[in-house]
């Protein structure tokens, strides 16, 4: 066990991430990956406690002065295990129909939406993913159903990772991001593997308003100028991703050999 006093991890239903890791710091006080362990299924009356833990975490985010959050129901993370089928064996309601495994995350949706407002609060989902042993046998229609709800709310925006961002050859079917800009009004974001180019490509045919940069931008923290002037990327150290020190985070430089140096 790695949660304190030696807890279970909590999920929809009690099933094992296939190759699952979290970094810890080890009794030596050495830190690294270790195996995360099998986790207990959340009890009915549980989850508005868990439901409570994501708005006193909007109020105490608001205190602190950001502009807004994301609400995070992607990459296998709890409220993504929620809205899969492969995960989600719950038979309260809370599990079974779209509507039912689509009602915790709504649900903590709603909570942020109380504290910031919906123009100030965004979700990241990952359709069709399948990461950890996470499927889905209705990605695409709980996606569009996601996609329905959020824009009744208001949502700010609809922020979908690309399901080949950790390796593989699954994408998005024919017209799923066209149906998704039918379904949400807001601002929609993608991201994943994406360079410059397939940005600008991506943005040009309509189906999204932005597109997000994660690793590249650790490692290059002067992307955009980067990007403007064409310059050549630094790789990120996946050795040091997930837990650490600074290494790895804030000490990747920023333009030179050749190029105007960033001040």
Known sequence: MVQPDGQQPVAPSALKGEGAQCFVEFEDGTAGQHPTSTPRALETDEIPGIVEDYRQAAERAKRAGFDMVEVHAANAYLLNQFLATGTNKRTDQYGGSLENRARFPLEVVDAVIDVYGADRVGIRMTPFIELFGLTDDEPEAMAFYM????????????????????????????????????????????????????????????????????????????LPERFRVNAPLTEPNHETFYGGDEKGYTDYPFMDNGYDRIQ
């Open 147 to 222: 996609a329905e709800q959020l824009s009744k709310r208001g949502l700010a925006y609809l922020h979908l990772n690309e399901p080949n961002w950790a390796g593989g050859d699954i994408t998005f079917p024919d017209g799923f991001r066209e149906q998704m800009r039918e379904r949400f009004s807001g601002s929609l974001i993608y991201c994943g593997n994406y360079d410059a180019e397939r940005a600008e490509a991506r943005i040009g045919e309509n189906t999204t308003d932005a597109v997000a940069f994660g690793r590249p931008y650790i490692a290059n923290p002067d």
